[in-house]
């Protein structure tokens, strides 16, 4: 059950920014970590972004993250081809006491 | 290096049973949750089931409750997805993974595809 909310798809050109948005709830967002992931097709997720805003080794500052009470926000600065992937958010909610994914978001290059 | 490796997919008829495994090397598996996570064809994330360091306590998503049980073994550094009562909309790949840092998942294995079908 996905009970976050992302844009289907979002698309910039090639050296441009794009903000990827997931709104949520309190029992989630606005009281747990949120983090992010990377999927390309045929893949598992990777992971960019975890408790709000840090990178794990790896992942370039490009890739940027925020929260403000129940949502939160990925950013992308200086698009490449390469970052056309599937991108979700994630967090625990603790009244479900489940791990919920955001629904995704399609990001297209141009 | 952390690796992660499903197995036990496979083709089953709906009501059937499969039992997924994750063999893990590369950390302490003892010390960390562990997690199921599913992606049914063309669709999103979803989280199925968690695990404590001890195995003393477990969460399912709704939707498996009565029918799936994780499991691990600490001494064979593994991870189990009892599934029992397969349906058609159970039919998805299935991954592994590892908590990092808190609330996340940094590690994935390559997932093991379960289809239920007649």
């Known amino acids: 059950q996905s009970v976050s909310t992302q844009p289907p798809s979002v698309s910039a050109a090639p050296g441009q920014k794009v903000t990827i948005s997931c709104s949520g709830s309190?029992?989630?967002?606005?009281?747990?970590?949120v983090s992010w992931y990377q999927q390309f097709p045929g893949t598992a997720p990777k992971l960019l972004i975890y408790e709000n805003n840090k990178r794990p080794s790896g992942i370039p500052d490009r890739f940027s993250g925020s929260k403000s009470g129940t949502s939160a926000t990925l950013g992308i600065t200086g698009l490449q081809t390469g970052d056309e992937a599937d991108y979700y958010c994630?967090?625990?909610?603790?009244?479900?006491?489940?791990?919920?994914f955001g629904t995704g978001t399609k990001v297209t290059v141009l | 290096e952390v690796q992660l490796v499903e197995s036990g997919g496979g083709l089953v008829q709906p009501g059937g049973s499969l039992r997924l495994s994750c063999a893990t090397s590369g950390f302490t598996f003892s010390s960390y949750w562990m997690s199921w996570v599913r992606q049914a064809p063309g669709k999103g994330l979803e989280w199925v089931a968690n695990?404590?360091?001890?195995?003393?306590?477990?969460?399912?998503v709704d939707l498996v409750k009565g029918r799936f049980t994780i499991s691990r073994d600490n001494v064979k550094k593994s991870l189990y997805l009892q599934m029992n009562g397969l349906r058609a909309e159970d039919t998805a790949m299935y991954y592994c993974?590892?908590?990092f840092g808190s609330g996340s998942y940094g590690y994935w294995g390559q997932g093991t595809l379960v289809t239920v079908s007649s």
């Open positions: 309190s029992p989630n967002i606005g009281n747990n970590y």
């Open positions: 993974a590892r908590e």
């Open positions: 695990i404590k360091q001890d195995g003393s306590r477990t969460y399912y």
């Open positions: 994630g967090a625990w909610d603790s009244s479900l006491s489940n791990y919920v």
